[in-house]
């Protein structure tokens, strides 16, 4: 069958039933990605004979004769495609995994097309984006510029992967190139379990052994008998130690009961329904309320103390109850009292890149693993800790990764994949299908949360109690660090004199919960600002009066259920000016407004964070000089569309006065720097960035000090060399009396806070229930703004994701059963579905930043549900108790 591929002819024949889209990346063609294989995201799309098409569903047996192009023939790094262009200079992605879709769907649109994005988009999705700069790439609006000599920091400098990006030459996990493992790849497929909740009593895989290309079967008798938990942090005592690579027990529908290794993908999916297994069916629970009633059946009753599990014979992964003052006399002497008890769902991060792992033997033996994470230091630690070997036995590193948004911040695919190279000895890859994605990776916990709030008659809070239950499903993975981070930020904001939390995580037969943007502070602040904002309408107090008497200004002590004397502080301030400016915004008010049965309204809410996670997270860099004036960065951060390899370029080229092109940076590779906690909680400016600040200044003055060595007088560094007077000494000079280089690590510690006001205008039909958004504004106290466009990127990417979750998105689960493991059936935004919101900035300068910035990648998604929500009930006097609010949801508020 003859065809051609960006211009080169090429004669093969494809597989029966093959796909475009793996028969184009089998033979080489790493531009076209994987986001879903159900022809829904755009990912994969390319051009046949001109004109876009989803090659995941595309025969590939139809292309004989046919010329396809991908976002590699549009154009090369050196040559862009005018779109390819426009992404570029509108700054028109962050990850970069669908952006070689979009590039290839959007350079084939009319004028017409161009003018009704909504229809002409909505074969793409990105998660990332918000769609605000997608729709600048395709105006023609530039909001980047090009790096210089100039210092880099406060300036809109493109990413430096751009052109790859666009390209679709950037590589992600799986864009596995010649070279880069060895020969004898073969390929892992999982058995899941059908139960809930069952025992393994007998497993025979002996039909599945001798299948056709089938390498090795894996089951429980293969499995370490090590207990670990799949979420990473610096300290591993944080999670209970629950998991293992195979479990003899089933916990939750898609578990784990067997993986079969095999020469191709699927060979080893064919060899899976060959293995018999003899299940002992367990009774399941799925309410978390049930389960911690007497007779509920216990998940983890195997475990020990050991396990850090706070009382397993109740399913209680982790419980606090604790507070400050007397909350019932306070209550009972307010003027005015707010009761009522809120519900968030449970919603998939559905990162484009979908989790999954390379594995091999290097030539020493060693292990090594290519994966799709945040975390690839903790992760190379705990490969060690499951499989006893040496950590230096041990390397783990990831590529540029396809969103994460915590979801990485998980060990999901590479204990098994180690395990795999360990018994076999051969290159292994196991990658996570869309609906695995659904249906066995983590998401985000569901929350009930009850409030009760009072204040006096002048609006002062008097008193604040919160109780929280949390669905942690059949592990613990992040449950206590969820839940216990989830009830500081979100009451600690408020200055109130008595306290109290009581809150519980529990294990049920559901899908885990795991990390998740905002880690619990979403949930809980959907309830505490819904039940402020009802109190402030009591007290026929203004909204965002009422915020201005009652929120913590420096000075203050930060007390959730008891009062922080640790490390946390007020780096800066710039509450009050995000109140104002959001204020202000609404108050110009924009957007028509329809006319009856609709009815508008505003609403707002406010969200703290600290600028760093607890408990220790830890940077160590390296800065070296090359000769030819380009600086070499080894750090450990993940790129994962977080913008931090942008900014750690800027840095870095600030404090060296030279442009951002003469920075390189190696990273997220335990092999080649030192240790990283990760790129989680925001942390890749504020920790890593901060430790390549300290090492830069080091290196600087260390390229001074050997300048005035060869010619003393006063020395001033420049992009080629150091001038001294009239004369430059150039860096082949200054390093002819050997290398320079300098370390610089930073500990986390303290940690300052930084805040978000979101504020939104509505309109609400009441006949259906539908609610348009008319003006979305979000405020946020970030510090110096390091790089402006990145920034409002990062705030519009994280209110469309909050948006997904406050409006439509929800797994549905039917006796542990996800119902709707697909994107067609789990609705994230579309580029239709969402505004363009106003992003403001706080002029502030923390003091225990780099440059004076602070972290703002996680904080944006934590208001925007309680504000639609306050804006809806402004409307139309609906107050909405659970999200999503759904039109029909909506509707049957205003029928009662």
Same mark, same amino acid.
């Given at each position: ?9 090429? @004669?093969?024949?494809?597989?029966? !039933? ?45 292309? !004989? ?11 090369? #790094? ?11 200079? *509108? ?32 074969? &793409? ?34 990413? #430096? ?28 497929? $999982? ?44 300290? =591993? ?35 899976? *329904? ?29 475990? /020990? ?109 590479? /204990?098994? $994949? ?109 309830? %505490? ?12 107090? @203004? ?8 929120? $913590? ?20 301030? !710039? ?18 407004? #329809? ?7 505003? !609403? ?15 940077? @160590?860099?390296? %800065? ?63 920790? *890593? ?5 300290? *090492? ?80 979305? $504004? ?6 110096? %703004?390091? &790089? #402006? ?34 994107? =067609? ?72």
């Amino acid at each position: 069958m003859k065809y051609s591929v960006d211009g080169v002819a090429h @004669d093969d024949e494809p597989r029966p !039933g093959q796909c475009l889209r793996t028969f184009l990346r089998e033979h080489g063609t790493t531009s076209v990605k994987k986001g879903c294989d159900a022809g829904d995201c755009g990912a994969c799309s390319v051009l046949v004979d001109g004109r876009p098409t989803h090659s995941c569903i595309f025969p590939a047996h139809r292309i !004989g004769g046919h010329a396809i192009v991908t976002a590699a023939g549009l154009g090369a #790094p050196e040559n862009l495609h005018p779109t390819q262009q426009a992404f570029i200079d *509108a700054g028109g992605f962050q990850c970069g995994f669908c952006t070689a879709g979009m590039v290839v769907t959007t350079c084939a649109f009319s004028t017409e097309q161009k003018e009704n994005l909504p229809q002409s988009m909505k074969g &793409n999705l990105c998660r990332c984006t918000g769609y605000r700069s997608i729709r600048d790439a395709l105006a023609g609006t530039s909001n980047t510029e090009r790096s210089d000599n100039q210092a880099a920091q406060g300036r809109s400098i493109a990413a #430096p992967a751009s052109a790859r990006i666009v390209t679709g030459n950037e590589p992600f996990t799986m864009d596995l190139r010649a070279g880069d493992i060895p020969a004898g790849l073969v390929h892992a497929a $999982v058995l899941g379990s059908p139960h809930p909740h069952a025992y393994i009593c007998g497993i025979n895989t002996a039909a599945a052994r001798s299948a056709r290309g089938v390498v090795a079967v894996l089951t429980y008798l293969d499995s370490p008998d090590v207990l670990f938990s799949t979420a990473r942090h610096e300290d =591993r005592t944080d999670d209970p130690d629950d998991t293992r690579v195979f479990d003899r027990t089933m916990r939750f529908i898609g578990q784990r009961v067997a993986a079969v290794i095999a020469e191709t993908a699927r060979d080893a999916e064919r060899a899976l *329904a060959l293995i018999e297994v003899d299940f002992e069916i367990h009774a399941a629970v799925f309410d978390p309320t049930d389960a911690r009633s007497p007779t509920a059946p216990l998940l983890h009753a195997d475990k /020990d103390a050991v396990s850090r599990i706070a009382d397993a014979q109740r399913n209680v992964v982790a419980a606090l109850h604790e507070g400050v003052g007397d909350i019932e006399e306070a209550l009972a002497g307010s003027a005015a009292v707010v009761e009522g008890t809120w519900k968030t769902a449970r919603v998939q991060h559905v990162a484009m890149e979908t989790h999954g792992s390379v594995g091999w033997l290097d030539a020493d033996g060693r292990l090594v693993i290519r994966s799709s994470t945040q975390v690839p230091f903790l992760v190379r630690d705990e490969l060690a800790h499951i499989f006893d070997l040496d950590r230096l036995n041990v390397r783990v590193f990831a590529t540029r990764v396809g969103g994460g948004f915590g979801g990485k911040q998980e060990m999901l695919t590479e /204990d098994l $994949v180690a395990l795999a190279v360990l018994r076999t000895g051969r290159p292994v890859q196991y990658e996570f299908s869309r609906s695995d994605q659904f249906t066995i990776a983590p998401s985000r916990h569901p929350m009930q949360v009850s409030v009760r709030v009072g204040a006096d008659a002048s609006g002062q809070l008097s008193a604040l109690a919160i109780d929280v239950l949390s669905d942690a499903g059949a592990y613990g993975n992040h449950s206590v660090g969820v839940m216990f981070h989830g009830c500081t930020e979100s009451i600690a904001v408020y200055r109130c004199p008595n306290k109290r939390v009581d809150a519980e995580a529990v294990y049920t037969n559901n899908v885990p919960s795991g990390a998740f943007r905002g880690y619990g502070l979403g949930q809980v602040i959907f309830a %505490v600002e819904s039940a402020m904002d009802q109190l402030a309408r009591e007290l026929d107090i @203004d909204p965002f009066e009422f915020r201005r008497r009652n929120v $913590v200004v420096p000075g203050d002590d930060f007390v959730d259920w008891h009062v922080e004397d640790g490390d946390l502080e007020f780096g800066s301030y !710039g509450l009050d000016q995000c109140l104002d400016l959001v204020e202000t915004a609404l108050s110009n008010g924009r957007g028509t407004a #329809p006319g009856s049965p609709w009815k508008t309204g505003r !609403g707002m809410a406010i969200a703290m964070i600290a600028t760093i996670p607890p408990r220790g997270h830890f940077a @160590d860099t390296t %800065v070296t000089l090359e000769s030819d004036g380009r600086y070499v960065v080894r750090i450990g951060t993940a790129e994962f569309g977080n913008g931090t390899t942008t900014v750690h370029h800027q840095i870095a080229a600030t404090e060296l006065r030279t442009s951002v092109d003469r920075i390189v940076i190696v990273q997220s590779d335990t092999d080649t720097g030192g240790h990283d906690t990760g790129a989680f909680g925001s942390a890749g400016t504020v920790v *890593a960035g901060k430790a390549l600040l300290i *090492a830069c200044e080091r290196l600087r003055d260390r390229i001074l000090t050997r300048t005035q060595a060869i010619c003393p007088g006063p020395a001033a560094l420049a992009a080629d060399g150091v001038d001294v007077g009239d004369r430059r000494i150039d860096f082949s000079t200054l390093l002819e009396s050997g290398p320079l280089s300098a370390d610089g690590c930073h500990d986390g510690t303290p940690r300052s806070v930084s805040f978000n006001v979101h504020g939104f205008r509505v309109a609400v039909d009441t006949a259906t229930g539908r609610v348009v958004i008319l003006q979305s $504004v979000q405020a946020a106290d970030a510090g110096t %703004v390091l &790089n #402006p466009a990145q920034l409002r990127g990062q705030v519009e990417g994280g209110v469309g994701q909050a948006l997904g979750a406050a409006l439509f998105e929800e797994i549905v689960l039917e006796q542990g059963l996800v119902v709707n493991p697909t994107l =067609r059936n789990y609705h994230i935004p579309q580029l239709v579905d969402l505004p363009i919101t106003e992003v403001l900035f706080a002029d502030t300068y923390d003091k225990l930043g780099p440059f004076g910035a602070k972290s703002m990648s996680e904080a944006p998604v934590n208001p925007v549900a309680p504000a639609l929500a306050n804006a809806i009930a402004d409307a139309c006097g609906a107050r909405m108790y659970a999200v999503p609010m759904t039109p029909d949801r909506v509707w049957r508020k205003l029928s009662e």
